[in-house]
């Protein structure tokens, strides 16, 4: 009897074994299952976080295509949007074959004073990337210890050079010629704003400093800005834009809807263009940062509508939608460089003064004859300034370094765009002719136009504008 209860016990003792180990597995499984594939899961989601992030960025291609349709006469409509797919498609061929490498690669203080990045042409995915591809699973753990897949980040940073590429398209609109603007555009996105990348994003001699522009109201915004008052420069008023008496020819929106539309898609993408600046997804504290720098963008926004509606009368003498809808975009541009800030009264008025800001750079620019279309400078270059300044003021950095940075990246882009500018005009000739622009662009270039079934009447110019 005593063997067979001490057999029994044992069997028990051996069953009870089986069913505490089994529960104890099934209870740490999961902490175990966690540790292993919590580096996995932050390299997705922050590979998720740049690809969705650059669709709303690419899709405010589509917002500057809007606006610009709709703020020309449509007689030039479709040259705009032929300019705007254009100049997203050179970006991103620019950008893959040199551009990211100039800005990015091997880029140092150490290295030729960090002004510039690798020559190197072509960009393409890690060793440990395609060797994961091809089935080797032993390359897995290289590919999640680098954070995010490398493509999805080149991806990101492409829209963002399309971006300052769509400023210049609006302020020219018109009266420039197709194929000088793609020649410039290309040379843009290739070569000048992946130095001025490499300079700050690529961690070069600015960024060495201590510069600060959380998503680009200088590197992408100002940049754009100042190759688009260079290009005006060289090219001049639209035909009749300023009369021989020094009164200033209206010339209201063609398509107020269009505009409106591409201001709102404009304002969607840029939650992209700022939410997705944080560059990465995997932490609670980056999901927080996010969530302020959205709240913290569409405040700025709203508030430089407010404002500038405020001040257009006395400053335009007339409550004026453009101005209006282009405070949006000053608002959007002004907190770009600092939209991380946790005080969110401050977005407020950072977007309120942005909002100013343009609307006064809109009648400034009447004053000294220049003709922006769109208002891209006031908006884009005048609030870019503005808001890198700003960061001093909310974000904490160093105003001496800041001022450095815009002067200097605006007196490079503006020098060499003005540069560029001329030696195209001289071997190509940029501008349109007279009767060209006089005919619009649609007819005259493409033999399509976007309004077909409108009846173009013809309109009076200055005999000084008829050579």
Not at 7 to 31: D, G, K, S, W
Not at 114 to 134: H, K, M, Q, V, W
Not at 179 to 200: C, D, E, M, N, R
Not at 423 to 440: H, S, Y
């Amino acid at each position: 009897m005593l063997t067979e209860a001490l057999a029994r016990h044992r069997r028990l003792a051996v069953i009870a074994a089986v069913v505490l180990l089994t529960c104890l597995y099934f209870l740490l499984r999961p902490a175990v299952a966690h540790a292993q594939t919590d580096g996995e899961t932050a390299f997705v989601l922050n590979t998720f976080a740049f690809l969705i992030w650059g669709v709303l960025v690419m899709w405010m291609a589509a917002g500057f295509t809007m606006l610009e349709a709709g703020a020309v006469r449509t007689k030039n409509a479709s040259m705009i949007c032929l300019k705007n797919i254009g100049l997203y498609s050179i970006a991103g061929l620019a950008y893959f074959f040199v551009g990211y490498n100039i800005m990015y690669v091997d880029v140092s203080p150490d290295r030729l004073y960090g002004l510039i990045g690798s020559f190197n042409l072509l960009y393409g995915p890690s060793g440990d990337e395609l060797a994961l591809l091809d089935g080797d699973e032993g390359a897995a753990a290289a590919v999640i210890d680098s954070g995010y897949s490398v493509m999805s980040d080149w991806f990101f940073q492409m829209v963002f050079v399309a971006t300052t590429a769509s400023i210049i398209s609006g302020a020219l609109a018109e009266r420039v010629k197709m194929w000088s603007f793609f020649l410039f555009i290309l040379i843009l996105t290739a070569l000048v704003y992946p130095i001025v990348g490499a300079w700050t994003w690529g961690g070069g001699w600015l960024a060495d400093m201590g510069f600060q522009d959380f998503a680009g109201s200088t590197i992408v915004h100002s940049t754009g800005g100042w190759a688009a008052l260079a290009g005006i420069i060289i090219l001049g008023p639209r035909l009749g834009k300023f009369r021989k008496d020094g009164s200033v020819k209206a010339s209201p929106p063609s398509n107020v809807l269009l505009v409106s539309l591409g201001v709102f898609i404009l304002w969607l993408g840029w939650f992209g263009f700022n939410g997705g600046s944080q560059l990465a997804l995997g932490s609670a504290a980056d999901a927080v940062s996010i969530g302020h720098i959205l709240v913290n963008t569409n405040l700025a926004a709203a508030a430089g509508v407010m404002a500038a509606l405020i001040v257009s009368r006395p400053i335009l003498g007339r409550m004026d939608l453009f101005a209006g809808l282009n405070g949006a975009l000053a608002g959007l541009v002004s907190i770009t460089a600092g939209p991380d800030i946790t005080q969110h009264l401050w977005a407020v008025i950072i977007g309120a003064v942005g909002g100013v800001i343009c609307t006064i750079g809109l009648k400034l620019l009447e004053k000294v004859k220049l003709d922006d279309v769109v208002g891209a400078i006031p908006a884009h270059l005048f609030c870019g300034v503005w808001g890198t300044l700003a960061v001093a003021i909310a974000a904490g950095g160093n105003i001496g370094v800041q001022a450095i940075g815009v002067v200097a990246i605006g007196l490079f882009v503006f020098i060499v765009s003005i540069v560029l500018w001329k030696v195209i005009d001289v071997v190509l000739t940029v501008r349109v002719p007279a009767q060209v622009e006089r005919l619009g662009q649609d007819t005259a270039e493409l033999g399509l136009e976007a309004y077909p079934e409108f009846v173009l009447m013809p309109e009076e110019y200055d005999d000084e504008d008829d050579d």
